[in-house]
C-alpha cells in the first residue's frame, strides 16, 4: 500500500469528493518523535486534511495549518505543498501529562483560548506580496468539525471530512459542495439532493472501517450507486523544507543580540528542525557572517530550536 490521493467528481451534480492514505508519510513523521497515543491521533488526522484541502489548491505554493492550543498540546503543525509534500510537528507544554484518550477540547482548548490558523505561502511571491493568513478561535470539538466550521465561515464552501490516523496510517474523506455555475445542466435542487445524498452515505463511515480499508474499496462501498469521474490518482510523499539557508535567516530573524547572547552562553548554536530532526550548527564566524550581508527571510521558517 503507496501513498495515495483520489479525486473523485459527481457528474449530475457540483459536488466532488476525495480519498486519501498516507501510510509512508505518516510512519516517516513518526519516526522523528515520540508522542503521545492522543497527540499522534490529532496530528495524524490533521495530515490527512491537508492533504485533502491542498489538492484543491490552484496555486504553487504551501498550505500551512496550525492548531495553537492553551492546554498540554501548545502546537499542533502541518504544511503540504501543491506536489503534495507534507510535515507535521507538535510541541507539547513541558508540564503536559496527556491520556491516551483525550479530546481536542481538553488538548488544546482546555482554557477557551485555542485558535486554528491556515496560511497559503505562495512559493513565487510578488515583490512585497505576504502570505494570505485566516485566524479563527477554535470552533468544533474535532479536527474534521474544526476545519469544516472554518471552510464554510471563511472561505463559504461547504464541507465535510471524515478523518482516522493511528500508528500505521492515517486517512481521510472530503466531500464539498461546489458553487453553481452557469452551463452545469444541474438544477440548485438537483446539487442539494446529491450533497444531501453523499453526506448521509459518509456519515455511514465508522473510523475502524476508515482505517482499515483502502481508498478504492471505500470508494466503490460508499459511492457504488453513484455516477463518479475518477481522476488520476496522485501519491504525496513526506519532504522537509528545512535549510540551513532558511536556519540563516531565522536567526537573523531574531537579531544580532539575541544570537550574541546565546553564543556568550551556549559557545555554538545547535539548531534542531522540530519536522525532520536534521542538525545545523552555527558557530560565532558563521553568525558573524549572517548580519554582514542582507539576505532576506522567504517562505514559512521550519520550527526549530537551539539544543543545549
Same mark, same amino acid.
Given at each position: 500500500?503507496?501513498?495515495?490521493?483520489?479525486?473523485?467528481?459527481?457528474?449530475?451534480?457540483?459536488?466532488r469528493g476525495e480519498l486519501v492514505e498516507l501510510p509512508d508519510t505518516w510512519r516517516e513523521i513518526q519516526s522523528h518523535h515520540t508522542y503521545p497515543k492522543a497527540v499522534k491521533t490529532l496530528l495524524?488526522?490533521?495530515l490527512a486534511a491537508a492533504a485533502l484541502l491542498s489538492a484543491n489548491l490552484k496555486f504553487n505554493g504551501s498550505i500551512v495549518?496550525?492548531?495553537?492550543?492553551?492546554g498540554p498540546v501548545r502546537l499542533l503543525v502541518v504544511e503540504c505543498d501543491s506536489?503534495?509534500?507534507?510535515?507535521?510537528?507538535?510541541?507539547?507544554?513541558?508540564?503536559?501529562?496527556?491520556?491516551?484518550?483525550?479530546?481536542?477540547?481538553? @488538548?488544546?482548548?482546555? !482554557?477557551?483560548?485555542? $485558535?486554528?490558523?491556515?496560511?497559503?505561502?505562495?512559493?513565487?511571491?510578488l515583490p512585497g506580496q505576504q502570505p494570505y493568513q485566516g485566524i479563527v478561535p477554535l470552533d468544533g470539538d474535532s479536527v474534521a468539525t474544526v476545519i469544516e466550521n472554518y471552510m464554510l465561515r471563511s472561505e463559504q464552501l461547504d464541507t465535510r471530512l471524515w478523518l482516522a490516523a493511528d500508528p500505521?496510517?492515517?486517512?481521510?474523506?472530503?466531500?464539498?459542495?461546489?458553487?453553481?455555475?452557469?452551463?452545469?445542466?444541474?438544477?440548485?435542487?438537483?446539487?442539494?439532493?446529491?450533497?444531501?445524498r453523499t453526506v448521509m452515505l459518509g456519515n455511514t463511515l465508522r473510523r475502524e472501517e476508515l482505517l482499515t480499508t483502502n481508498v478504492d474499496t471505500l470508494m466503490r462501498r460508499l459511492f457504488w450507486e453513484?455516477?463518479?469521474?475518477? @481522476?488520476?490518482?496522485? !501519491?504525496?510523499?513526506? $519532504?522537509?523544507?528545512?535549510s540551513r539557508e532558511k536556519v540563516a535567516n531565522m536567526l537573523k530573524i531574531l537579531g544580532r543580540q539575541e544570537v550574541e547572547a546565546a553564543l556568550a552562553e551556549l559557545g555554538k548554536l545547535n539548531i534542531d528542525?522540530?519536522?525532520?530532526?536534521?542538525?545545523?550548527d552555527f558557530d560565532a564566524v558563521d553568525c558573524a557572517q549572517l548580519f554582514a550581508t542582507d539576505t532576506s527571510s522567504e517562505g514559512v521558517q521550519p520550527a526549530s530550536h537551539v539544543r543545549h
Amino acid at each position: 500500500m503507496m501513498d495515495t490521493l483520489q479525486k473523485f467528481i459527481f457528474e449530475n451534480a457540483a459536488v466532488r469528493g476525495e480519498l486519501v492514505e498516507l501510510p509512508d508519510t505518516w510512519r516517516e513523521i513518526q519516526s522523528h518523535h515520540t508522542y503521545p497515543k492522543a497527540v499522534k491521533t490529532l496530528l495524524g488526522e490533521m495530515l490527512a486534511a491537508a492533504a485533502l484541502l491542498s489538492a484543491n489548491l490552484k496555486f504553487n505554493g504551501s498550505i500551512v495549518m496550525q492548531i495553537h492550543g492553551d492546554g498540554p498540546v501548545r502546537l499542533l503543525v502541518v504544511e503540504c505543498d501543491s506536489e503534495l509534500h507534507l510535515r507535521a510537528t507538535a510541541k507539547l507544554a513541558s508540564d503536559a501529562v496527556i491520556g491516551d484518550e483525550d479530546s481536542l477540547t481538553s @488538548l488544546v482548548h482546555a !482554557h477557551g483560548q485555542g $485558535r486554528f490558523v491556515i496560511t497559503l505561502d505562495p512559493k513565487d511571491k510578488l515583490p512585497g506580496q505576504q502570505p494570505y493568513q485566516g485566524i479563527v478561535p477554535l470552533d468544533g470539538d474535532s479536527v474534521a468539525t474544526v476545519i469544516e466550521n472554518y471552510m464554510l465561515r471563511s472561505e463559504q464552501l461547504d464541507t465535510r471530512l471524515w478523518l482516522a490516523a493511528d500508528p500505521t496510517v492515517a486517512r481521510g474523506l472530503l466531500l464539498q459542495k461546489l458553487p453553481k455555475e452557469g452551463g452545469t445542466g444541474t438544477s440548485v435542487s438537483d446539487d442539494l439532493e446529491t450533497w444531501n445524498r453523499t453526506v448521509m452515505l459518509g456519515n455511514t463511515l465508522r473510523r475502524e472501517e476508515l482505517l482499515t480499508t483502502n481508498v478504492d474499496t471505500l470508494m466503490r462501498r460508499l459511492f457504488w450507486e453513484e455516477t463518479i469521474r475518477v @481522476l488520476d490518482a496522485k !501519491h504525496p510523499s513526506f $519532504r522537509c523544507s528545512c535549510s540551513r539557508e532558511k536556519v540563516a535567516n531565522m536567526l537573523k530573524i531574531l537579531g544580532r543580540q539575541e544570537v550574541e547572547a546565546a553564543l556568550a552562553e551556549l559557545g555554538k548554536l545547535n539548531i534542531d528542525c522540530d519536522f525532520c530532526g536534521r542538525h545545523y550548527d552555527f558557530d560565532a564566524v558563521d553568525c558573524a557572517q549572517l548580519f554582514a550581508t542582507d539576505t532576506s527571510s522567504e517562505g514559512v521558517q521550519p520550527a526549530s530550536h537551539v539544543r543545549h
